[in-house]
Structures are given as C-alpha cells and as structure tokens.
C-alpha cells in the first residue's frame, strides 16, 4: 500500500519557520510528481508548492520567495521549508502524489498523505 508519511507541523509564532517533512515509497518519489496542498478552516484547499520527477518546481503565488520544495534522494523524503509565516498560512497541510506533471494544478490528485497541521499566531 502506497503512503505518504508527513512530520514537522506545529506552532509558531509570525515570522517564524517550520519544516515539513514527507516520507514515500522510492517508486512514488522517483516517478511521481509530488507536492504540498493545504485546507484552512471554511476554506478550499488550495496547492502550496509541488515538483515534478524533472525537479520543476511551481509554487503558488502566496508562498512564493517564503516556502521551498526540495527533496532528499538518499532518503527518499520531500520537504517543505517555511520561512516568514503568516497567520493566513494556518491550515493542514497535506503531503501529495500524482503520475500527472505539474500537479499544483490539479484537485482530484492520486495520493495523499493524513495531514499535518500549521499554526501561526499573530
């Protein structure tokens, strides 16, 4: 069975960072596009940041210059680093996997991890 395993969600303070960590199968990690969404309370959720098998990179406009994507090939770990938070980043946020390229553009995508959550206090 396929799994996205995520750690590092929690609290911090504005202007703080956090560091989101999601753990796949080497088959997921090396072939699928993989990523970052998040859902805020009564809001949609919303694609953070993904990369592809290629190493592209797309980041939603919101985080741009504040979150990087990056991957561990020895570990075969994606992260999320969250530097600058705001308190409208406050959400879940849910590790994800796609056999579909840019997948931040995507909502019904293949896998998802169980959701780790962020909070952000003013």
């Known amino acids: 069975q396929v799994q996205l395993d995520e750690s590092g969600g929690g609290s911090v303070q504005a202007g703080g960072s956090l560091r989101l960590s999601c753990a796949a199968s080497?088959?997921?990690?090396?072939?699928?596009?993989m990523g970052w969404f998040r859902q805020a309370p009564g809001k949609e959720r919303e694609g953070v940041a993904t990369i592809d098998s290629d190493g592209e990179t797309i980041y939603a406009d919101s985080v741009k210059g504040r979150f990087t994507i990056s991957k561990d090939n020895a570990k075969n770990t994606l992260y999320l680093q969250m530097n600058s938070l705001k308190p409208e980043d406050t959400a879940m946020y849910y590790c994800?996997?796609?056999?579909?390229?840019?997948?931040?553009?995507?909502?019904?995508?293949?896998?998802w991890g169980q959701g780790t959550l962020v909070t952000v206090a003013s």
């Open positions: 080497e088959y997921t990690y090396s072939n699928y596009c």
């Open positions: 994800v996997a796609d056999t579909r390229s840019r997948c931040i553009y995507y909502k019904d995508l293949e896998l």
